[in-house]
């Protein structure tokens, strides 16, 4: 006897058959619509990372191209000492530049006290090059650059009020003009303290301004352009900012705040403008420095802090903001530092930078009162009489 097997097919074996098949069916799907996602994102992803660094690179390429076609690095005799000045340093008109409490021809009158006094030959000082378009770019924003066609920001910037009420045309040729100029000189100095150990800008320290913000006096971030320019010219790749002016510098904080290549000391007071507590982050070395600060309590703090700094950082530039805003008597830093309390700051961050076998970039920056140019010019015969600079 044999038994055919007839397949018995009933409606329910059929259905469950049809939900086996769809069941798996849509697991395929689904699984094969994961794989396409994953796929699909990891597309997404890779080129927008890859676009992310493209312009990265591309910014960075941009920069270093406006660095290299740059006039403002120009060979110099040696009949020249490293000194930078330029008349055009100077701001006055129309009486406006008094509506500020900044001496703002402290910067000539610096030059004639070295002259007069004999430290100083006249035809020895070099004259800087006026920073372009171009120059500026290499920091700042375009947006930030066209902000400063408008005489009203320019005026919030350098806090004159008045300012916003003149024709920008003349906010250009008055103000910004010798802005420009010490900008010029600031990023030739880093030029000139690689070839001969020193360089004093008799201007700049511009260091409330960042690549897309000015203020506090500061149109332009002179400091973070000296860098980037010794960053692709001048074969450098570690700096110290010292900022011992009375204020916070949180523009080059803000322009520099991921960059391991920059170390800050920052001795400020915290009482004072710019209350810039994000920046304050970006400070590698903070030294606080209340009102009221002596001269031997603050020559004691810095002493600390060098010592400090030489064993974190090793320089191959560094940038003095050699504010004098931290004078006794200014109403704007309200610190209590003597002049001979100035000259020997200055003195100890030359040691340092000679310890170090740094080169180093001074600028003057803040320094609000008259007898502010007769301080700085003091300090700088000092310096010489010290042979840490030569004339
Ligand atoms: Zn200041």
């Given at each position: 006897m044999t038994f055919r097997v007839t397949?018995?097919?009933?409606?329910?074996?059929?259905?469950?058959?049809?939900?086996?098949?769809?069941?798996?069916l849509t697991i395929a799907a689904i699984?094969?619509?994961?794989?396409?996602?994953?796929?699909?994102?990891?597309?997404?992803?890779?080129?927008?990372?890859s676009s992310t660094s493209n312009s990265t690179a591309d910014a960075s390429t941009l920069r270093r191209n406006r660095i290299l076609s740059s006039k403002l690095y120009f060979d110099v005799p040696l009949s020249k000492v490293p000194l930078i000045y330029s008349k055009a340093y100077d701001i006055s008109f129309l009486g406006m530049e008094k509506l500020h409490p900044f001496d703002s021809s402290k910067?000539?009158?610096?030059?004639?006290f070295l002259i007069v006094d004999g430290v100083l030959?006249?035809?020895?000082?070099?004259?800087p090059l006026e920073a372009s378009k171009d120059d500026l770019l290499v920091v700042h924003t375009e947006s930030y650059l066209s902000s400063l066609k408008s005489s009203a920001n320019v005026a919030m910037i350098i806090?004159?009020?008045?300012?916003?009420?003149?024709?920008?045309?003349?906010?250009?040729?008055?103000?910004?003009?010798?802005f420009r100029k010490q900008v010029g000189g600031t990023v030739l100095a880093a030029k000139l303290a690689k070839e001969?150990?020193?360089?004093?800008?008799?201007?700049?320290?511009?260091?409330?301004?960042?690549?897309?913000?000015?203020?506090?006096?500061?149109?332009?971030?002179?400091?973070?352009?000296?860098?980037?320019?010794?960053?692709?010219?001048l074969d450098i790749s570690k700096v110290m900012i010292i900022d011992l002016d009375a204020h916070q510098g949180n523009g080059h904080e803000r322009d520099f705040s991921n960059d391991r290549r920059v170390h800050i000391l920052d001795m400020y007071n915290p009482e004072i403008y710019p209350f810039d507590h994000e920046a304050r982050?970006?400070?590698?070395?903070?030294?606080?420095?209340?009102?009221?600060?002596?001269?031997?309590?603050?020559?004691?703090?810095?002493?600390?802090?060098?010592?400090?700094?030489?064993?974190?950082?090793?320089?191959?530039?560094?940038?003095?903001?050699?504010?004098?805003?931290i004078l006794d008597g200014d109403p704007l830093g309200r610190l209590k530092i003597s002049p001979d309390g100035i000259t020997s700051r200055d003195e100890k961050v030359f040691r340092f930078a000679r310890e170090k076998n740094a080169s180093l970039v001074m600028l003057t920056s803040g320094g609000y009162m008259k007898s502010s140019a007769r301080v700085i010019a003091d300090s700088i015969a000092n310096l010489s009489k010290q042979t840490l600079i030569n004339f």
């Open positions: 397949p018995v097919i009933t409606e329910s074996t059929r259905n469950l058959g049809k939900s086996t098949l769809y069941f798996f699984k094969a619509s994961h794989s396409l996602y994953r796929c699909i994102r990891s597309l997404t992803m890779s080129s927008s990372s910067w000539g009158r610096i030059c004639r030959d006249k035809n020895s000082i070099i004259e806090e004159v009020p008045p300012v916003a009420l003149l024709p920008n045309c003349l906010v250009q040729q008055k103000v910004l003009y010798p001969r150990g020193w360089a004093i800008n008799v201007g700049g320290g511009f260091h409330h301004c960042c690549s897309e913000r000015g203020g506090g006096f500061c149109a332009y971030a002179d400091i973070s352009l000296c860098i980037h320019y010794a960053f692709n010219r982050r970006y400070i590698d070395q903070k030294v606080e420095v209340v009102s009221g600060t002596t001269t031997d309590e603050y020559l004691v703090k810095l002493d600390e802090a060098l010592v400090v700094a030489g064993k974190m950082f090793d320089p191959e530039l560094v940038v003095f903001n050699a504010g004098t805003d």
